[in-house]
């Protein structure tokens, strides 16, 4: 989205449109356009400051004196301040400013912080993932367009694949063994990656087959590996109509695993599923099942 309105800015900043205006005309802080109707219009720039600010403002500074700062002073005080601040909202908020104007050193050394912070896993739980639903929700109200949401996508799998890369070796025969995969034509993948990060820093081995998986695949695949869960994530795919007869074709392709099916076509009501399958609703479900059942047994 090329231009935004105070109603906008005023959504995602949390602060009311009177005070943007107040504050554009007592420190110049934005610098919006206006169309032929003497309408304002502000760029992702603005809405970039306007973030930044709001983050050093909950820091106690006065917005004086935070209107003094260019915008590159800005975004190194929001970098320092998101350092220590133990509200992880201000971590996100400097995230979504840096997607906006596609500024990925910004967002790298975000996480990065956010990671010696939390550690790993509690960075994709309080950091990550609230960024990642903030962004697809601006974009299907048609705030932005879908490139901040690439961008972020993109950085997100680097970081995963580096952390999962950098967990100790674990050994089939020692662990219990999963198999990973999304259905055919399925290509979100990040809670798929996660999940296997997950898995692997609990000790437990994972097969991680990764997007487009044809499910006639999955009879050699077991007969090969013999897993003991196969894990699946079903976020546009299988069509909505056909997601119970997919469960049910899976669970007769494994007949020794236990499936474990996540998603947002998994929490379809009325439907009928195999009996040897979990569906944890939530992140947090999925992790507190892997502590209390699965890595325990």
């Not at 107040?22 to 003497?38: G, S, V």
């Not at 007949?255 to 979990?278: D, K, M, Q």
Request: proline residues 6%; charged residues 20%.
């Amino acid at each position: 989205m090329s231009a935004y309105s105070i109603g906008d800015l005023e959504q995602f900043s949390g602060i009311k449109a009177h005070t943007i205006r107040m504050w554009e005309q007592r420190y110049r802080l934005l610098r919006p356009k206006r169309t032929a109707t003497n309408i304002r219009t502000y760029s992702a720039a603005d809405l970039r400051r306007l973030l930044n600010v709001v983050t050093l403002s909950s820091q106690g500074r006065r917005i004086s004196q935070i209107a003094t700062l260019r915008d590159d002073e800005l975004a190194a005080a929001v970098l320092d301040y998101c350092a220590d601040a133990p509200n992880h909202n201000h971590t996100v908020n400097a995230l979504l400013a840096a997607l906006l104007t596609f500024d990925e050193p910004a967002l790298n050394q975000l996480f990065t912080k956010s990671t010696q912070q939390l550690g790993f896993e509690d960075m994709m739980l309080q950091v990550a993932y609230p960024l990642l639903q903030r962004i697809g929700l601006m974009w299907t109200a048609g705030y932005v367009s879908p490139a901040p949401e690439h961008l972020l996508s993109h950085v997100l799998r680097q970081k995963m694949a580096a952390a999962t890369e950098a967990l100790p070796s674990v050994v089939p025969d020692n662990a219990r063994r999963w198999v990973l995969f999304l259905p055919t034509n399925e290509l979100h993948e990040l809670a798929l990656l996660f999940m296997n990060f997950a898995l692997r820093r609990r000790g437990q081995h994972t097969l991680y087959l990764g997007q487009d998986l044809p499910l006639s695949e999955l009879p050699s695949v077991c007969e090969a590996y013999a897993p003991h869960m196969v894990l699946s994530v079903f976020t546009t795919q299988p069509e909505r109509n056909a997601v119970a007869d997919y469960a049910a074709e899976l669970s007769q392709h494994c007949p020794n695993a236990e499936l474990v099916l996540y998603g947002p076509l998994v929490r379809t009501e009325h439907l009928t599923w195999p009996s040897n399958c979990r569906r944890p609703t939530t992140m947090t479900d999925f992790l507190e099942l892997l502590e209390t059942v699965w890595v325990r047994e």
